[in-house]
């Protein structure tokens, strides 16, 4: 899957250092709900398990990786994939050092040509914190719909915070 900017791939042993870097950024905590920090051990058999795909394990994660300089500056998860329903959630990160290029936009792109297209979805989902401007901006641009609003859905370190649940419907069967 190759965008003008960037492409998506599968998880490597490789990208070991990237993922505990990102999964154990208390910055990226609140918009994924960890709880505590990932080990190394956890995130090997975490991408071990990747190779079972997503239909095996009814989610999956591509990196984003720029077609320049071949540098992974990204993440899209793939989770809640039922196949029955033809629907599935994603959520995005992009590394700080790497935001506002225009690399998520693209990275949602392919990933909804790639479920809509290839796995023949229904539909896509997506949950966005209220207050996470940047990402409602950012999927709301990629045709996504604010379809909901869960109520004091998220704990955060200032109270409790509402949750927006959008979806994007494919329009051809």
Partial sequence: MKGQKVHLRAVEPTDLPLLYEW??????????????????????????????????????????????????????????????????????LIDKKHRHNGFGLEAVELTKKYLFETVKLHQIYCNILIDNSYSLQLFQKAGFEICGKKKDWCQTENGWIDEYLLQIVRTTK
């Fill in 23 to 92: 999964e154990n950024d208390p910055e990226n905590w609140e918009v994924s709900h960890t709880m505590e920090p990932y080990s190394k051990a956890l995130l090997e058999k975490f991408i071990e398990t990747s190779a079972q795909g997503l239909y095996g394990n009814r989610q999956q994660r591509l990196m984003v990786v720029t077609n320049g300089t071949n540098e992974t500056v990204g993440a899209i998860d793939i989770f809640d994939f039922d196949p029955q329903n033809r629907r599935a959630g994603i959520g995005i």
